[in-house]
């Protein structure tokens, strides 16, 4: 295991210890564990040592970053000895360090436990990590308040008007298709399949790889959904009519979020809006059980912004010492800024679409 001697981030001497997750001993994650139920807005199924694990039997280049013995934890993978990512990119949507109260840990002292010039982040919640921000966007959130009773009277209140129109589309569906059934698998399916096939689908159309079929990417997919614990299950949700799947989600759970990831539905249905109905469901669902809150991550979605009674602001930027991958990074942001203030509209995207690309195929491999 290699170990760097301390450092002063600010007048805090930090111990740096970085391991492959399968190094992760049974105190280590009883202590990451620990730190979740401290900070709920770190309790995220993609921060978990879970899946740190799932991602490490997939990457060799997986690494979790010790910091002081457990007094915090942060998980990535080493692309190059320039640039490592968060764990799980570019499939993850929360990146960071986790513990149960903000670190103070070097930005240059954490690259050098890792062994590279930069670490890029993408989503990292408030003080989870010594980020230069370039932006920030916000994940969408419904929170059941662990009551679905709760949740459904929240949403009334907010917005009325989407409640009927939902309402009255399930009416029409039940009345004209047929009587909706709604399901959770425990463990990958046909109907798991199908919505993989779905959203590969729709990757093509709309001229984007296909991240679901990367070989590392398959595997990940195929653990989540067959691990079931209380600290980290995937499940795959569905709505069906005689026996014909029409919309599907598969989402993680950690101990009191339940995250959506993939969705998707049969087009033939879109006039009854069915991954609404689904998703609406869910949320009912997770509230019977105790769930805190339902994340459907960022992306501003009309459906999210519904559903949604709340968001939570992540922000992406790079970690990075005086490492020429560093400056050359953060560089790009400033050029990137730059252009994102331009009147027109289409221009001013453009930077920003080109390294989400860029930073997609990185990661992918």
């Known amino acids: 295991m290699p170990r760097l001697p301390r450092e002063i981030a600010g007048q805090?001497?930090?111990?740096?210890?970085?391991?492959?997750?399968?190094?992760l001993g049974a105190a280590e994650r009883d202590m990451w564990r620990a730190h979740q139920r401290a900070r709920p807005e770190l309790a995220s199924p993609y921060l978990t040592p879970e899946w740190a694990l799932?991602?490490?039997?997939?990457?060799d280049d997986a690494r979790v970053c010790m910091i002081d013995g457990g007094e915090g934890f942060f998980a990535a993978q080493k692309l190059s000895p320039f640039t490592a990512m968060g764990m799980g990119a570019p499939i993850a949507d929360y990146q960071g360090i986790v513990a149960s109260e903000p670190?103070?840990?070097?930005?240059?002292?954490?690259?050098?436990?890792?062994?590279v010039g930069r670490i890029d982040l993408s989503h990292v919640p408030a003080g989870a990590a010594p980020i230069v921000a370039a932006g920030e966007e916000g994940s969408w959130i419904a929170?059941?308040?662990?009551?679905?009773?709760?949740?459904?009277?929240?949403l009334k209140?907010?917005?009325g008007e989407f409640v009927r129109q939902t309402d009255k589309k399930a009416r029409k569906l039940a009345?004209?298709?047929g009587d909706p059934v709604y399901r959770v698998h425990t463990a990958p399916s046909a109907q798991f399949e199908t919505l993989l096939a779905w959203k590969n689908a729709q990757l093509d159309r709309s001229g984007q790889p296909?991240?679901?079929?990367?070989?590392?990417?398959?595997?990940?997919?195929?653990?989540?959904a067959e691990t079931q614990t209380p600290e980290f299950a995937g499940l795959t949700f569905t709505l069906e009519i005689d026996d014909q799947l029409v919309a599907g989600a598969f989402c993680l759970k950690s101990a009191r979020v339940l995250h959506f990831w993939i969705v998707a539905h049969d087009n033939a249905f879109d006039t009854y809006s069915p991954g609404v109905q689904l998703a609406r469901w869910i949320i009912g669902w997770a509230g019977d059980r105790g769930i805190a809150e339902v994340d459907f991550g960022p992306g501003d979605y009309q459906y999210k912004r519904q559903l949604s009674t709340a968001q939570r602001m992540l922000g992406y930027g790079v970690v990075s010492g005086a490492s020429f991958s560093g400056i050359m990074r953060r560089s790009t942001y400033a050029v990137r800024a730059r252009l994102e203030r331009m009147p027109n509209a289409r221009v001013a995207a453009l930077p920003g679409k080109a390294m989400r690309r860029l930073d997609l195929m990185r990661a992918l491999g």
């Open 157 to 159: 209140q907010r917005r």
């Open 12 to 23: 805090v001497k930090v111990r740096l210890e970085t391991i492959h997750p399968k190094e």
């Open 210 to 224: 296909r991240i679901w079929s990367a070989p590392w990417v398959a595997q990940v997919l195929e653990r989540c």
């Open 175 to 177: 009345r004209e298709k």
């Open 103 to 115: 670190l103070d840990v070097n930005a240059a002292a954490l690259c050098r436990s890792l062994g």
């Open 54 to 59: 799932l991602i490490g039997e997939a990457r």
């Open 143 to 154: 929170e059941t308040h662990s009551s679905r009773e709760l949740y459904e009277a929240a």
